[in-house]
């Protein structure tokens, strides 16, 4: 897993890693998931790692 990511919020997987190039994701190779794809590495990171709380129905 790269330095300060979260585990996959689908599979809980610790094999992520960062693409290095434009455009900027971070992908799950666990499930084969791939995160929002951003300009820059700190806005993707940032997007992998925001979970959002659920809300109780």
């Known amino acids: 897993m790269s330095k300060n990511l979260n585990p996959c919020p689908f599979c809980a997987g610790t094999d992520v890693h960062e693409e290095t190039s434009f455009p900027f994701y971070v ?21 992998w790692n925001t979970r959002k709380e659920v809300q109780p129905a």
């Open 27 to 47: 992908h799950c190779a666990s499930c084969r998931t791939d995160g929002p794809m951003h300009d820059n590495a700190d806005a993707a990171r940032d997007a």
